[in-house]
């Protein structure tokens, strides 16, 4: 279960990324965000994010058009 869970369904680039970029600071170091999305090029933007930032993509999984991320925090 994530520490927090952001719904960023309907919603184009850039918006899921700066989103959860504002969402992950709620989650405390250690702790993990969870992202739904529907926007296919979220999958390359996140994983770009994770590189970036040196958080942990925990998991990347997608069903029924809904992208699901699952991001640790690192401090």
Do not use: W, Y
């Amino acid at each position: 279960m994530a520490d927090k869970i952001l719904d960023t369904k309907g919603l184009n680039c850039p918006l899921p990324i700066l989103k959860a970029k504002k969402a992950i600071l709620d989650v405390p170091s250690g702790g993990t965000l969870e992202v739904l999305a529907t926007d296919p090029g979220s999958v390359a933007d996140f994983q770009a994010f994770c590189r970036q930032t040196k958080h942990t993509l925990v998991e990347q999984t997608e069903a029924a058009g809904v992208f699901r991320f699952l991001i640790q925090r690192t401090a």
